[in-house]
Structure formats: structure tokens, C-alpha cells
């Protein structure tokens, strides 16, 4: 197949084990697919359109698939796409991806592709550049090639990645004249920077690593002047993770999990060296969402929960899906914000194992635009796939 070509899906509908409730596989489970990374814009505004990552030959390309009429279009036919990384415009008008060090626009109407920035030579462009909520700015990490370390996949070199001391810099482009600005730089492994709502000029990014060696996950780096502000400052034995800007960017959320005695310096002990996932025999376990304010800091403990790797939540934050972690809980969830209320939706039943890359059997649950359609990824019936259900 090739760009502008189209297939059929052969949608699979069953009930799930748990609830009853219908699951539709989009994807064929005997070639791995996913959808991008989860707080990404990855459906289209009338939410007839998902895009999906397939890998086929060898190669992961992406895709889009009409919901409506069950019909796949190709929109990449290259090599060395970096497939969690798609992210539509607001507009729906484009799409932005990595292919290796370049990112790429590609103009929906016309398949045509223009590469906005090009990550400079002794450097490695990151997997998963943030786009401003206005489609004007990106934000990407690059770090120095030679710290890099290379995996084939799994959670190997995670630690060693953060031990490195990495030279990395967070550079912030603006897309309609191409200026860049190189915000902030430091000897540490940053990731996930996302401009904030209304004020591309802040952009959130964290401290990546295993949790139980970072000194703090959250950061706020100003391309104004180049000031950082930690979030919040960390204990032994927290985790944050997942962060992501709530809609009209007011404060960010994220997954807080207590793993071990406050202080203790032993959250290595709940945590599988293999996968990074909780062991649960710890009874220790503790799980918020929590919501920090941008401005004041101040926290908000939205609700307890089970133990999910990811949430993400509807632009109103009232409503929440998330994916249990651990063996004892392999389900999606639907969480109300205000009643502090959650309800099993399904089981995903996912290996959470890696198939080339850590995160291709991740369940990433997101809403579709309606908030009722539930999209995640699931390596239940196979390879990984792409699903959909409802949520309660």
C-alpha cells in the first residue's frame, strides 16, 4: 500500500467479560497498531476520524481511520516514523509527527508533507513534541547524542538513561515563521513538554526517570526568560506521573501514587525493576488524581482511585478514564471528577509488554469527542490493537 491508499476495516464486535458492555477492535490484532499518545489530539473535530499507528513490513506508518465508513487511508509510507508521536492540528486541517530527527506537517486535504524543524546534528529530537492549544508553537526535547543510550525496547536502559546525567534542552518553535527558541537546558533526562492553554510561552515538562530516583517530576519552564519553577517538590516513596494541562490551563493533573512510607527512601521495593509497574503485595498502595494549580501551586486531591497507569480527562474536567496497572485490576475505568465517584467500563486485559517500543501495549485510554466513546489499545486478542467501547 502507499499514501491516499484505502482498505476496509474489519470491525469485531463482542461483549465484554467483566460488564457486558460492547467492544469494538477497529485493527487487525495480526499486525501491531496503536493510536497516539493519549493526551493528543488524535481524533478529528466531527470525531469521524482516528488516527492509528500500523506497522506492516516491518515499517509503523500512520493511518486514518474513518469511523463512519470502516475505511482506513494511508497518510505516511516511510521509514522511521515515530508512531506515538502524531498530534492533529486544532483546526483538524494537519497532522504533526516526528520522523526521526525532523518534524513533519502533513496537510489532511492534499497528503503533502513540509518539515517545520530539524533537530541539529549531535542531537536526538524527542519522541512525542507538545502543540500549543492555538496550533502556533511546539515544543520538543532534544538531548546530545552521545548521551543517549540505545534499547531495542523494554525498560532495560530506563535507569541507566537517568543515571546518564543527559545534556538535554527543551526548544520551543514557532510554526508560522519558523523561529526557535532554545528555552531551557540542563544535565537530566527532561520529556513530555506541553506548552500550556492560553500561554504557549509556559511550557510543562518533567524529570523523567524510574520514580523512585527523581528528585521531582513536575516542571514549569518559562521561554519568556528561561525561568523554571518545580511544581512540586517530592518525597521518597511518591510517584507522579502522566501529567497533562487541564483544558482552559489552569492547572495541571496527574497520577499520584503514594508506594511506600513517606520518607522511607524503599518505593524500590513496591516497583518491578522489569516494567516500572506496582508490585501490589505492598499494602502501602495508595492512589490519587490530582490537580495542581498553575499559578499558586496549590493541590487539589480530585479523588482516590485504583491503581491506573494513565487518566485523561474531558475539557470541562468533570469526567475522567483510566487503566488499571496492576494483574488484580485489568480494567478501564470511568471516574466522575465531581462525585468523586469511579465504574469498571471494561477489562482491557493487556500485557502492558513491549513489542519494539515500552509503550505499544499501553491501554492510553482517550474520549472521543462525543465524552461517551472510549478508544485504548490492548494486546488481548494478539498483537497490540486498537479498541472502542462506551464508557457507563
Not at 513517606?262 to 516497583?271: C, H, N, Q, Y
Request: aromatic share 8%; glycine share 6%; with cysteine.
Amino acid at each position: 500500500m502507499a499514501i491516499g491508499d484505502r482498505r476496509k476495516l474489519h470491525v469485531h464486535e463482542f461483549a465484554d467479560r467483566v460488564t457486558g458492555r460492547t467492544i469494538r477492535r477497529l485493527t487487525d490484532p495480526q499486525e501491531l497498531s496503536h493510536h497516539p499518545y493519549f493526551y493528543n489530539r488524535i481524533f478529528t473535530a466531527d470525531g469521524s476520524g482516528l488516527v492509528v499507528a500500523i506497522r506492516r513490513e516491518g515499517r509503523r506508518n500512520l493511518y486514518l481511520l474513518n469511523l463512519e465508513e470502516q475505511e482506513e487511508l494511508q497518510l505516511t509510507d516511510s521509514d522511521n516514523i515515530l508512531d506515538f508521536s502524531a498530534n492533529l492540528s486544532p483546526d483538524g486541517r494537519a497532522l504533526f509527527f516526528c520522523r526521526g530527527n525532523s518534524i513533519v506537517r502533513l496537510v489532511l486535504a492534499t497528503l503533502r508533507e513540509s518539515v517545520v524543524y530539524e533537530t541539529p546534528e549531535g542531537w536526538v529530537g524527542y519522541d512525542n513534541p507538545g502543540l500549543s492549544a492555538d496550533g502556533e508553537w511546539i515544543a520538543t526535547v532534544e538531548m546530545r547524542a552521545e548521551d543517549r543510550l540505545v534499547s531495542d525496547g523494554g525498560w532495560v536502559v530506563f535507569e541507566a538513561q537517568w543515571a546518564a546525567r543527559p545534556l538535554c534542552r527543551i526548544v520551543s518553535v514557532h510554526l508560522p515563521t519558523g523561529r526557535v527558541r532554545i528555552v531551557h537546558e540542563e544535565r537530566c533526562w527532561l520529556g513530555h513538554p506541553q506548552p500550556r492553554p492560553g500561554d504557549p510561552a509556559t511550557i510543562l515538562y518533567c524529570h523523567e526517570g524510574p520514580s523512585h530516583r527523581v528528585d521531582a517530576r513536575l516542571w514549569l519552564a518559562n521561554a519568556a526568560d528561561g525561568a523554571i519553577r518545580c511544581m512540586r517538590p517530592q518525597q521518597p516513596g511518591e510517584m507522579i506521573s502522566h501529567e497533562f494541562w487541564l483544558a482552559d490551563g489552569s492547572a495541571v493533573a496527574c497520577v499520584y501514587r503514594q508506594q511506600a512510607a513517606l520518607g522511607s527512601g524503599g518505593s524500590e521495593e513496591v516497583v518491578d525493576p522489569a516494567t516500572y509497574r506496582p508490585r501490589t503485595e505492598s499494602s502501602e498502595l495508595r492512589e490519587l488524581l490530582l490537580k495542581i494549580d498553575a499559578v499558586t501551586l496549590a493541590e487539589t486531591p480530585m479523588m482516590e482511585s485504583s491503581p491506573y497507569c494513565h487518566f485523561i480527562a474531558n475539557e470541562a474536567f468533570t469526567l475522567a478514564v483510566g487503566d488499571g496497572q496492576t494483574s488484580e485490576a485489568p480494567y478501564l475505568y470511568a471516574a466522575n471528577l465531581l462525585e468523586r465517584t469511579e465504574e469498571i467500563v471494561c477489562a482491557h486485559d493487556t500485557s502492558w509488554n513491549a513489542y519494539g517500543t515500552n509503550q505499544d501495549s499501553h491501554p492510553h485510554p482517550a474520549f472521543h469527542p462525543d465524552e461517551r466513546r472510549i478508544v485504548f489499545t490492548s494486546d488481548r486478542d494478539g498483537l497490540p490493537a486498537v479498541y472502542m467501547t462506551t464508557r457507563p
